[in-house]
Nanobody
């Protein structure tokens, strides 16, 4: 079993900032990467940012220069600092863990709402 504790979502005005955090716990041993995906109404889920256990990062073009992902491997925790938010960032953000356990796969958090509106 894998449990996620996601926090940091909420309502923010355009230009504001939020910091998301996700801590994974349970029977997980071989994490390849942790990251954040988002899904806006009527849109497909998309990658926002990801970071591997070795520290390699990957960002969606739309968030480069505004968002920063970081992690604490010892605590299986990933963070997403989001700056200069705009209404297009409004979505449900999902924590993701890519792993090599049981042949490999993905674990997903329940999601946290981020709303950017004036």
């Amino acid at each position: 079993q894998v449990q996620f504790v996601e926090s940091g979502g909420g309502l923010v005005q355009p230009g504001g900032s939020l910091r998301l955090s996700c801590a994974a716990s349970g029977s997980i041993f071989n994490i390849y990467a942790m990251g954040w995906y988002r899904q806006a109404p009527g849109k497909q889920r998309e990658l926002v940012a990801r970071i591997t256990s070795g520290g390699r990062t990957n960002y969606a073009d739309s968030v480069k220069g505004r968002f920063t992902i970081s992690r604490d491997n010892a605590k299986n925790t990933v963070y997403l600092q989001m700056n200069s938010l705009n209404p297009e960032d409004t979505a449900v953000y999902y924590c993701n863990v890519a792993h090599w356990d049981k042949g490999g796969g993905d674990y997903w958090g329940q999601g946290t709402q981020v709303t950017v509106s004036s």
